[in-house]
């Protein structure tokens, strides 16, 4: 398990990951949406994940939403990095419902997201631009590429679900362990 805090005047945030757990969570953000989308990802990446947040919700969620997203991809970069003994890339198209999303995804210590989820509004109190944000800090902080698209979906809460879910289950395979794939570059280095 290992341990990260960020406090800014905005947040104050702990989080403590293990990349090879079994998928428990104790996760308060102040979020209740984001704590949901959270648990999920913990429970479908087998990663344990330890989570407190005390942020300026009375303002609105995004300082918190988005500090999750710094701390938790930061964290996740002491994990991964340097990547050996790893598959490296991963994919995952996860339903729910009427609703399929895909996160093809890539430990390539070199960031970038292409975010591609037709959600706009809120669902209940959450405000579902903020998806964009947790996903942009997360794979900035992370330092992964992540393509995360929709291919079809309705519900507001099932497209946003199985996004979290997607990403989760990619990253659980492209974690995966696998010591015939040495250090996964042609460079040497990721």
């Known amino acids: 398990m290992i341990t990260k805090t960020r406090k800014t005047k905005e947040t104050n945030i702990t989080i403590s990951l293990d990349l090879n757990g ?12 984001l704590d949901h989308m959270l648990e ?34 930061g ?25 399929c999303v895909s996160c093809d995804l890539d430990l ?3 960031p970038f997201l292409v975010y591609e989820l037709n959600v706009h509004g809120k669902v209940g ?30 519900n507001k809460h099932h497209i946003i679900e199985a996004a979290f879910k997607s990403v989760a289950v990619a990253l659980r395979r492209a974690a995966a362990k696998n010591d015939r794939v040495g250090t996964p570059s042609t460079k040497g280095k990721l």
Do not use: W
């Open 22 to 33: 079994t998928g428990k969570s104790s996760i308060s953000t102040g979020v209740g949406f």
């Open 40 to 73: 999920s990802f913990s429970k479908h990446s087998l990663i344990d994940l330890d989570i407190s947040c005390k942020g300026d919700t009375h303002i609105d969620d995004h300082h918190s939403v988005e500090d999750v997203g710094i701390v938790l991809g």
């Open 75 to 99: 964290l996740l970069a002491e994990a991964i990095y340097p990547v050996k003994n790893m598959e490296r890339f991963g994919s995952a198209n996860i339903v729910m419902d009427e609703a």
């Open 108 to 110: 390539s210590n070199r």
């Open 125 to 154: 109190q959450f405000d579902t631009e903020l998806v964009e944000e947790f996903f942009r800090a997360f794979v900035l902080n992370s330092r992964i590429s992540a393509h995360i698209i929709e291919l079809r979906g309705k």
